[in-house]
C-alpha cells in the first residue's frame, strides 16, 4: 500500500536554466505470498519453512526526497550549483520475536532513519582547446536505529504539529568533503587524455550511546593520468593513479586495541586497455587493471551489535588494504537491428576482506560473533547479453551472468571455500511490444519481464545470515536459497485527450503469478519470504 507523489519544475531564460522537484512516499507493509510458516509446519533445517508470510511485519516507511539545480552555459563552457536531500524512516523487522498474533511472544522490530544530502559546484570550462573540470562537493550522511524493543512510529509530524524528534541509540553523522580538478589537454596527434587530482576528508563522528565505531578523520589525496591514442580500428588506452590515505580515530567506551588507531596507506594503481574494430559492427575489447580499497572504518574499529545482519560485529585495526588485478575480454556486435556482448573476466584479489563467523558469541550471550577477516580470493565471472529488433513493433532480449568466488583457506578442510555474497546465477529475458497507437492512445508499450535465479549455496559460517541454515541457530528460514522464476508485465501509453497535455498512465505488475521465493541476497532471506505480487499504478500530467 505505497503511495507517492511528486513534482517536478524546470525552467530557462537566456542562457540560464533551473530546475526543482520533491517527491513524498508513504507505505505500509509489504505482503508475501501466504505460504506456511515454521509455526504451521514444524519444517526446519536448511530451506527449512520461513518465520513470517503473507503480511511482513516491520516493514512499512516513510521518505521524503528534494532537489534543486540551477546551472548556465557559454562559449566559456558551463557552470552549475547542484543539491539534494532525502529522508527516508523506515522500520526493521528483527529475527528475534514469536509468530504474529503472538500476544506473549510478538514479532520484533525497530526503527531506523536515514538521511543523505549532497551539494556540488561543477564545472565544464574551455580554454585554448584544454577542457578544465573543476568539481567540489558535499555529502553528509546519517544513520540512526533505535533500540530492538517494538515499532517506532514513522510520523513526521507529531500531536502538536511539531517535528517528531526520537532517540537512537545508534547514530552515526558521515560529512564527505570533496575537491577534484581534471584537466582534458587538446589532442597531440592521435593522442588525447586528462590529468587530475583529488582531495578527500571524511568526518566519520559516533553521537548515539551505541558506540558500534569510533569517531574517526579519512583523508585521501590522489593523482591520476589517463591518455587514450587512436590507431584504426585500434584504439589503445592507459591510466595510472597514485593515492595517500590516513585514518585516524578517537577511542570511545567499546573501542579496542586503542593505540592501533592510526593507519596510513600509500598504493599505485594502473590499467591498459585496447579495443579493435575486427568487422563492420563487430569489436573486440580488452583490458588488465590493478586497484585497492583501503579498509573502512568500520572494518577497522566496529564493536557492537550490527542489526543489519543480525550480529555481533567486531573489526580488526591490522587490516591490510584490498588489492585487485583484474583482466576482461568482450566481444561487442552492434549490427542493424542487433546489439550483443559477451564479457569474461577474472579478479584477483589480495587481502580480500570478509566478515567470518567465529562460532562465539557476543557479549550479551544472543548473537553470533562476526569479526572483520581476510583472505586471497579470486573472482571469475561471464556475462552475455542480446537485443535485437525482429519487427518494428517487437523488441526481445535477454542476458546471463555466472560469478563465482573462492578464498584461500575457506574450505571446511582448509582448503579453497566459497566467498559470502556472492550473487546467485541468473537468467533473464524481455519482450517489448510497440504498436501504433490507436485513438487516444500515444506511444503505447507492453513489456514482459522473465527471471530466473538459480540455487545458490551459503558460505557456510563465512555468510551473513548463515546462522539460518541447518546446524548453525534457529530452526526456521534458510541462508541458502533454491532457484526460482519470477515474471514482471506492464502497459504504459500517454493520451491525447484534446486537453491541451498528454497525460502518461503506466500499470505494472511484478512477480505476477505471486512466487514464493527468496533472493539470496535478501536482507529478510533467513525469516521471511520475498515480496510477493505488486500491482503499480503511476500518473504523471506535464503542464
Known amino acids: 500500500d505505497e503511495r507517492a507523489v511528486g513534482l517536478d519544475l524546470q525552467g530557462a531564460r537566456g542562457p540560464v536554466g533551473v530546475r526543482a522537484g520533491f517527491e513524498r512516499r508513504i507505505a505500509d507493509n509489504y505482503t508475501a505470498p501466504d505460504e506456511a510458516t515454521f509455526f504451521d509446519t514444524g519444517n526446519k533445517g536448511t530451506f527449512g519453512d520461513p518465520k513470517y508470510t503473507d503480511e511482513i511485519p516491520f516493514t512499512n516507511f516513510e521518505q521524503w526526497n528534494g532537489y534543486a539545480q540551477v546551472g548556465t552555459q557559454g562559449d566559456f563552457g558551463t557552470v552549475q550549483l547542484y543539491g539534494d536531500y532525502w529522508v527516508n524512516r523506515h522500520n526493521f523487522l528483527l529475527p528475534t520475536g514469536g509468530p504474529k498474533g503472538n500476544a506473549n511472544n510478538p514479532p520484533d522490530g525497530l526503527g531506523q532513519n536515514l538521511e543523505h544530502g549532497n551539494l556540488v559546484a561543477k564545472a565544464n570550462l574551455v580554454a585554448d582547446g584544454f577542457v578544465i573540470r573543476p568539481r567540489l562537493s558535499l555529502q553528509t550522511s546519517i544513520r540512526q536505529s533505535g533500540a530492538p524493543n517494538g515499532e517506532q512510529t514513522l510520523d513526521f509530524i507529531d500531536d502538536n504539529g511539531g517535528f517528531n524528534d526520537f532517540d537512537y541509540p545508534l547514530d552515526l553523522k558521515t560529512d564527505i568533503y570533496t575537491g577534484r580538478l581534471e584537466v582534458a589537454h587538446p589532442k597531440i596527434g592521435s593522442v588525447g587524455g586528462t590529468l587530475g587530482a583529488e582531495v578527500q576528508l571524511q568526518d566519520a563522528n559516533t553521537r548515539g550511546p551505541a558506540e558500534l565505531q569510533p569517531t574517526a578523520d579519512t583523508w585521501n589525496v590522489g593523482l591520476f593520468a589517463f591518455e587514450e591514442i587512436d590507431l584504426a580500428p585500434w584504439t589503445l588506452n592507459a591510466g595510472v593513479r597514485g593515492d595517500f590515505r590516513t585514518i585516524d580515530a578517537e577511542p570511545n567506551d567499546n573501542t579496542r586495541d586503542a593505540d592501533k588507531l592510526e593507519n596510513e596507506y600509500v598504493t599505485l594503481s594502473g590499467a591498459l586497455g585496447a579495443n579493435v574494430k575486427v568487422a563492420d559492427g563487430i569489436a573486440l575489447a580488452t583490458n588488465l587493471s590493478s586497484g585497492f580499497r583501503a579498509p573502512s572504518i568500520f572494518e577497522l574499529y566496529a564493536n557492537g551489535v550490527h542489526g543489519g545482519v543480525a550480529a555481533f560485529q567486531v573489526g580488526d585495526p591490522d587490516l591490510d588494504p584490498e588489492r585487485a588485478y583484474s583482466a576482461d575480454v568482450s566481444v561487442r556486435v552492434r549490427r542493424d537491428r542487433l546489439t550483443a556482448e559477451v564479457t569474461g573476466y577474472v579478479n584477483a584479489i589480495n587481502d580480500y576482506i570478509f566478515l567470518e563467523n567465529t562460532g562465539n558469541k557476543g557479549p550479551n550471550g544472543n548473537l553470533p560473533e562476526f569479526a572483520a577477516s581476510q583472505t586471497d580470493a579470486v573472482i571469475p565471472g561471464l556475462e552475455a547479453k542480446v537485443e535485437t529488433q525482429l519487427r518494428p513493433w517487437l523488441h526481445v532480449g535477454g542476458q546471463f ?74 530452526p526456521f528460514g534458510t541462508a541458502s536459497t533454491k532457484a526460482y522464476t519470477t515474471v514482471d508485465a506492464s502497459a504504459e501509453s500517454r493520451f491525447a485527450l484534446g486537453l491541451g497535455t498528454q497525460p502518461s498512465l503506466r500499470v505494472e505488475v511484478r512477480n505476477v503469478f505471486d512466487t514464493d521465493y527468496r533472493d539470496f541476497l535478501d536482507t529478510y532471506k533467513g525469516y521471511a519470504l520475498s515480496p510477493g505480487r505488486d500491482l503499480r499504478v503511476s500518473l504523471s500530467v506535464p503542464f
Open 401 to 474: 551472468t555466472v560469478l563465482g568466488g573462492t578464498g584461500d583457506g575457506l574450505g571446511s578442510d582448509g582448503g579453497d571455500g566459497d566467498l559470502p555474497l556472492i550473487p546467485a546465477d541468473n537468467v533473464q529475458g524481455f519482450v517489448h511490444l510497440t504498436p501504433n497507437g490507436q485513438g487516444p492512445l500515444r506511444s503505447p508499450r507492453i513489456e514482459v519481464d522473465l527471471k530466473r535465479g538459480f540455487d545458490k549455496d551459503a558460505a557456510g559460517r563465512f555468510e551473513p545470515f548463515s546462522q539460518f541454515d541447518e546446524g548453525f541457530g534457529p
